[in-house]
């Protein structure tokens, strides 16, 4: 059974950082793309930030470019995202998404969302 168990997150001020990591389980990690996405009050889900199975190439929304890095660890089944210079914008509950094998941009399992604040 499929399980990505999301960490991380919280409050930050603008201009801060924080690092959201998601632990999977079930499935052979190495071999899928896995990316994060984030849905804000009253806005459509937003996808964020994808990486491939190898962890060599990675894509971010231009709203994120240069701000976020995702990276990953498939020697301990992890995925994680590094987001720097937050701003109020970025606030929104942030889901960790398994990409399906041959289609790395659909998705067939979540996580359970993490609350990230942009606040000062």
């Known amino acids: 059974q499929v399980h990505l168990v999301q960490s991380g997150g919280g409050l930050a001020q603008p201009g801060g950082s924080l690092r959201l990591s998601c632990a999977a389980s079930?499935?052979?990690?190495?071999?899928?793309?896995m990316s994060w996405a984030r849905q804000a009050p009253g806005k459509e889900l937003e996808w964020v930030s994808r990486i491939y199975s190898d962890g060599k190439v990675r894509d971010d929304a231009d709203s994120v470019k240069g701000r976020f890095t995702i990276s990953r660890d498939n020697a301990k089944n992890t995925v994680y995202l590094q987001m720097n210079s937050l701003k109020s914008e970025d606030t929104a509950l942030y889901y960790c998404v398994k990409g399906k094998a041959g289609y790395p941009d659909e998705y067939d399992y979540w996580g359970q969302g993490t609350q990230v604040t942009v606040s000062s």
């Open positions: 079930g499935f052979t990690f190495s071999n899928y793309a």
